[in-house]
């Protein structure tokens, strides 16, 4: 089954794509789309391992779960009910063969040691295919739940790159060692096994601010970026990430954020993005989301961002609409491919309902216009470790 994922292949998320293409946030009650319409994503145990197992199948790369530890609240208490994200990738692990699955995780809320450990637990489970999304935290409620301290915002960054360290050196480390940092002291760890093939999993941040940012491409594999005001300003965001990472001498993929809607014609998924991200949207949960980034100095969160992109949070998440008959939404990716993104997490409003449509109409045009498909070229960005 695995035979033929190289492991050299894992930081491309084993496959040559130019843009690799995910689904993200199918661990959480309504995806990431906050909205009260009836078809809203369950997100049960059967319908994600059916759902990873269909988009495995269909030769999608990854599956981006969102960590989330309580809903925003609403008519809907958006994303109330979702599977904590590390066990999540080991049973879509189980039952995939080629898919990247990754763990959206913490690092303020998880010990490093409990965190590596588990990592490489799933990462044989999926023989070499777990991938992790580290958060360095932002919303304020959550935190107050677990009543642990959000640092401030400069600090959850360095919090974050020593946190990493530890996890990586347990990855990686033959020897017994100690470790006495600035947050983080520990004494006589040793950690086996390595993970799978001894090849460390695919790290990847969403860090918005230019801390956060500098983060991943000091850190990570890949940035996740949401694209804010157009895909011109995208491009030359990502040309500065690339520009960045190689002021390092790291090479980085950037990926991005889409709500897909795609339906025989324009003005069908037109319709049906108006009604479920403007007159059925869960405002009061989007509201509260807002707020929740506010409190915690969140620089993405700001009101005026805010008034310009509220349609867009509740479609999901403030991530880039492609919406309309299947040439459009090809177009519409390869527009995104074009702007030097490597790769797409795409939320469906019911993902299981309107993925075979995607599957059957979209991913063929993105073949024949050389994005995906055995004519792709593969581009440079595999990270440097
Ligand atoms: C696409 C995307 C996905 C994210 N997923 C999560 C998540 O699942 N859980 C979480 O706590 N934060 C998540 N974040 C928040 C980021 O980790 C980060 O806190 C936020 O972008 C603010 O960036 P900053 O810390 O650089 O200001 C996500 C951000 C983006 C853009």
Redesign the pocket.
């Known amino acids: 089954m695995t035979a033929s994922l190289a492991s050299a292949d894992r930081a491309n998320l084993y496959s040559n794509n130019a843009l690799k293409l995910g689904i993200f946030g199918a661990n959480m009650s309504s995806g990431i789309a906050a909205t009260k319409v009836p078809e809203r994503w369950p997100a049960s145990w059967e319908e994600n391992v059916a759902l990873a197992q269909m988009i495995d199948a269909a030769g999608l790369e990854f599956a981006l779960?969102?960590?989330?530890w309580r809903g925003f609240g609403g008519a809907t208490n958006f994303e109330g009910s979702g599977f904590e994200t590390v066990t999540w990738a080991g049973g879509l692990l189980a039952a995939t063969e080629r898919l990247t699955v990754f763990g959206?995780v913490?690092a303020p809320l998880v010990h490093p040691i409990f965190a590596a450990k588990q990592f490489v637990t799933v990462d044989h489970v999926g023989r070499g295919r777990f991938g992790l999304?580290l958060?360095?935290?932002?919303?304020q409620d959550?935190f107050e739940m677990f009543n642990v301290a959000q640092r401030d915002?400069e600090t959850?960054?360095e919090y974050g790159e020593e946190w990493l360290r530890v996890v990586r050196m347990m990855w990686e480390s033959e020897k017994t060692f100690d470790f006495k940092g600035r947050f983080i002291t520990l004494g006589g760890v040793e950690s086996e096994p390595k993970p799978y093939g001894h090849e460390p999993p695919v790290i990847m941040?969403?860090?918005?601010?230019d801390?956060?940012?500098a983060f991943a491409i000091g850190n990570c594999g890949y940035l996740?970026?949401?694209i804010r005001l157009s895909l011109d300003t995208a491009a030359e965001n990502v040309a500065d990430a690339h520009r960045r990472a190689a002021a390092l001498n790291k090479r980085l993929g950037v990926m991005t954020?889409a709500s897909i809607v795609c339906r025989p014609t324009q003005r069908e998924a037109e319709d049906y993005y108006r009604y479920y991200a403007d007159e059925q949207a869960d405002w009061e949960a989007v509201d509260a989301m807002v707020s929740a980034g506010q409190r915690g100095s969140?620089?993405?969160m700001q009101p005026e961002i805010f008034r310009q992109m509220r349609i867009r949070f509740a479609a999901g998440?403030g991530?880039w609409p492609i919406v309309g008959d299947p040439d459009t939404v090809a177009a519409g990716l390869v527009a995104v491919a074009n702007a030097g993104f490597s790769g797409v997490?795409m939320g469906f409003v019911n993902y299981l309902a309107e993925f075979p449509y995607f599957r059957d109409e979209v991913l063929p045009r993105l073949e024949r216009a050389g994005a995906r498909g055995p004519r792709a070229i593969r581009r440079l960005e595999t990270p440097l470790r």
């Open positions: 779960p969102v960590a989330r959206t913490h999304n958060v360095c935290g932002w919303n959550e915002h959850r960054y941040n969403a860090g918005s601010s801390t956060g940012k996740l970026s949401t954020t969140s620089t993405t998440y991530g997490a």
